[in-house]
């Protein structure tokens, strides 16, 4: 069995020039994970088990940015500064080749509306929102991410809003960007965070009744009996091992 206490290498990819975390390389170690799937006590018959590795996220960037990158970073700090809510921008990173801001949750509404607005930011589409869950973030457990396109000027960025388990709650941008309506119910359907103001927030895919939302790290992993045919498929954590 694979030591499960040594760190699982990164591979040649990783270690590429265009994927090194952004900023001074130093980011921010929120937990370690710890196998795949999260199953516990049962038999292993991936080898996932065997992984092991920190959960960190890149670290903040300073400007430069590189390219178009400085030009949005500046219309929207100076766009921000005007509307009187330059505290907004929490943190930027550059990560990958792509840029995210992270914005504080109470301003995302007024900072979504100046991205789609202002004449040099001009970001019109919202393409989608995506939910994640870091148990150990402390505080800023559940994470939206907002991805937004600009025709007029050929860019993507995205936004980072952060929520704490005990306050699950954001504000909703579909007044400004009416794609996200669905992409909202679907985080609160799978995540659990409350889009305050969106017109119509109930599940999209689960049952109404149904308990918690399946994607949350700590959710547990199985325990549904699944039927195909007349068969039943047991659920994961239940199993057979084959070693």
Known sequence: MADETKATELDA??????????????????GRRQGMFGVRGTGDTSGYGGLSGPVEM??????????????????LVEATRTAGIEAGIEQVVVHRGEITFNIRRE????????LRDDELLRFELLSG???????DDSGRELHAVYHLLSMTHNRRIRLEVTAPDADP???SVVPTYPTADWHEREVFDFFGIIFD???????????DDWP????????PL????????????PPPDQRRSYN
């Not at 990783?14 to 170690?29: A, C, H, I, L, Y």
């Open 13 to 30: 990819t990783d270690k590429m020039p265009e994927n090194v975390p952004g900023g001074d390389g130093t980011g921010e170690q929120i």
């Open 58 to 75: 890149p670290g903040s960037s300073q400007p430069p940015y590189g390219g178009w990158m400085d030009d949005v970073a500046t219309a």
């Open 107 to 114: 301003d995302l509404p007024a900072t979504a509306k100046l």
């Open 129 to 135: 929102v995506s939910g994640v869950h870091y148990p």
């Open 169 to 171: 709650h954001i504000p």
């Open 197 to 207: 103001g969106h017109p119509a927030l109930t599940r999209i895919q689960m049952p």
């Open 212 to 219: 918690g939302h399946p994607q949350r790290k700590d959710y």
């Open 222 to 233: 199985g325990g549904i009996p699944v039927e195909y045919k007349g068969a039943t498929i």
